[in-house]
């Protein structure tokens, strides 16, 4: 897939509001509550502002927004272990990192420019990470020219956060800047205030919030969430909590119907815990809350802390959630909770510790909408060189992995003896048929003492190079030394040609010779590497071995047999029945060099 550079979205106006178009993600809930947040934040500011917020993954397209958004969902609810694992590759490997964010703008680039070109904006801004990665290529392509910001709610991930075609990045916390710039680019970051609602960050006391909610005003208010999805162990945590004397759960299953529906038949009965589907009473349910249970981590955490809630991670130890709320409970933002005992212990000593106030820190971090609005163009467009140099690059390296591969399997060595033929018989006036034997070099001379005196003449194939005595001692009985190959594993067939060539020096054989196929298949690399040797491969039309040494069909002048024999006495004695054989169809056994003249 080319964009071309000329279709690049429009420049800004000059005239008019700003236009800010926010790309966010129905993956989970927290990247679309960052960009709800800013939305308003840029709305309410005092800047002339048009804002337009869209869901940037399904403007990438039907299919990634299938493989990431239905396939997130189905990992975490089902398969957790398989998200774990990938997220291990993508933060280890960087070939799958690589892999991964070419084949997201090979697949979203084009509709995400386009949904872009749509809306003219002057500023474009990512709230999830595989949308930011894409945008951040058509930054960097200079197909996209207008300032790019990308939001970073998590603090651990940031491979896939922050992107050096990216203008500007938010963070929201202080721990995150080194890490993104080290990543983008010196300048490339700042840290802001959260992204979340103004409704979080207007005083509300707490027993006013229990009136309103109609909690009860005394005892322990707990607040359990699985996030926007409903994810984790909520009926563990809620079945551990509810042991809490005097303690009312809050249980909030999200948009999971499923658990929504399991949860209210399995705490029916028990009139001190309440469940929730989706609710947009958050700024309430927390500053009325003790303690806030959550599994996934992420922008609840950030509006939990700017209610003075504190925070027990519990429930989805998985992937980047396990990683983040890690690296949290590391700066002692949240509290972790690896079992149940651990969740009760930490809750009871939560509830224990009185809320604290907004930080004052924050009144000198700046709002995300005044950097969006202020940030400047930071990012310069790649040579239109480079790229296609990459992508060529790539595709050679591609293409000599793949051929690589072809030439050291024998998958495709029907396709390669069809373009090189092999030698079956041997057309022939006489009353001649060529005998090849394949035996140890140990039992090759009482093979050939045992030919002789039947009347039988051969050539004898070569795995290995025999000494000059035994090649004397085959010729004086009339037999003829004949190359063989082996099958190679892996890479071995690069030495097919130069060990070929070895052993017809030393055989004496002239430039045009024939070599024996081994009992297993050749690699394609061998086939052709032996073919730029002048060698014509010989399979034969007949086989025979010590426990067949009758052919099963009479044979005819111009065949060629392949005999086998381990050595052993039974085997030297089969060919007293191979000679016999050969006299009852009136023909000739020699060696297939005396066949072919």
């Known amino acids: 897939m080319r964009l071309r550079r000329q279709n690049a979205s429009r420049t800004p106006r000059v005239d008019g509001p700003r236009r800010v178009l ?42 990634l927004r299938y493989v990431v958004e239905d396939g997130y969902r189905t990992q975490l609810r089902f398969m957790p272990w398989s998200y774990s694992f990938y997220y291990w590759l993508l933060e280890h490997v960087a070939l799958i990192r ?64 922050a992107q050096r075609g990216i203008d500007m990045h938010l963070v929201m916390y202080d721990a995150s800047v080194a890490p993104v710039e080290r990543i983008a680019g010196s300048g490339s970051v700042r840290l802001v205030r959260p992204l979340i609602g103004a409704a979080f960050l207007e005083p509300l006391d707490r027993q006013a919030a229990r009136r309103e909610l109609g909690l009860p005003l005394d005892g322990k208010v707990v607040v359990v ?32 119907e499923l658990i929504h529906e399991k949860l209210g038949s399995r705490f029916a009965g028990n009139p001190d ?71 009760r212990h930490l809750v009871e000593r939560s509830c224990a510790v009185p809320s604290s106030e907004h930080s004052p820190e924050l009144d000198e971090v700046p709002d995300a909408s005044d950097v969006v609005l202020r940030a400047p163009l930071r ?33 495709f060595a029907a396709v390669a003896q069809r373009i090189v033929p092999s030698v079956r018989t041997w057309p022939t006036d006489k009353p001649d048929v060529g005998v ?51 099958p190679a594993r892996a890479l071995r067939w690069v030495e097919t040609r130069s060990k070929l060539r070895k052993e017809a020096r030393v055989l004496r054989l002239n430039h045009r010779f024939f070599y024996l196929a081994p009992q297993g ?48 006495a039974k085997s030297i004695g089969s060919i007293d029945r191979f000679a016999a054989e050969l006299g009852a169809d009136h023909l000739h056994g020699v060696p297939f060099s005396t066949l072919t003249g």
């Open 22 to 63: 926010i790309l966010s993600a129905n993956v989970g809930e927290g990247h679309a509550a960052a960009a709800r947040a800013l939305c308003e934040q840029l709305e309410n500011g005092p800047d002339d502002v048009e804002v337009t917020v869209i869901d940037g993954l399904r403007g990438m397209g039907p299919l």
């Open 436 to 486: 090849i034997v394949r035996t140890t070099p140990a039992a090759t001379a009482a093979v050939a003492e045992r030919l002789h005196r039947d009347g039988v003449e051969a050539s004898f194939a070569m795995t290995g190079v025999l000494t000059s005595p035994a090649i004397t001692g085959l010729r004086a009985l009339g037999d003829a030394p004949m190359c063989e190959i082996t």
């Open 273 to 343: 815990v309440r469940v929730l589907g989706f609710t947009d009473q958050m700024p309430i349910l927390l500053a009325a809350a003790d303690v806030l249970v959550h599994s996934t981590g992420g922008v609840t955490c950030l509006e939990a802390m700017a209610r003075g809630c504190p925070v027990v991670s519990y429930g989805l130890p998985v992937g980047h959630a396990k990683i983040n709320t890690q690296a949290m409970a590391d700066l002692d933002l949240v509290r972790l909770a690896n079992s149940t005992a651990d969740l």
């Open 98 to 161: 690589f892999v991964t964010r070419t084949l997201l703008f090979r697949l979203g680039g084009r509709r995400l420019r386009r949904r872009i070109d749509e809306h003219a904006p002057d500023v474009v801004v990512s709230t999830y990470p595989a949308v930011t990665v894409v945008l951040g290529r058509l930054r960097r392509l200079g197909i996209v020219k207008c300032l790019t910001v990308a939001t970073i709610t998590d603090m651990t991930g940031l491979f896939f956060w």
């Open 225 to 256: 969430s699985g996030g926007g999805w409903g994810v984790g162990d909520l009926a563990g945590a809620v079945d551990e909590l509810s042991q809490i004397p005097g303690a009312t759960l809050v249980c909030l299953a999200g948009k999971n």
């Open 521 to 568: 298949s050749l690699t394609v690399g061998q086939i052709l590497s032996a073919r730029t040797t002048g060698a014509r491969r010989v399979v034969g039309s007949v086989a025979l071995n010590s426990t067949s040494p009758v052919p099963t069909r009479p044979l005819r002048p111009g065949d060629v047999v392949v005999i086998t024999l381990d050595g052993s």
């Open 379 to 411: 990012v310069r467009s790649i040579p239109a060189w480079r790229p296609r140099l990459a992508n060529t690059t790539t595709a050679l390296i591609a293409a000599m992995g793949v051929g690589t591969w072809m030439l050291s399997t024998d998958e």
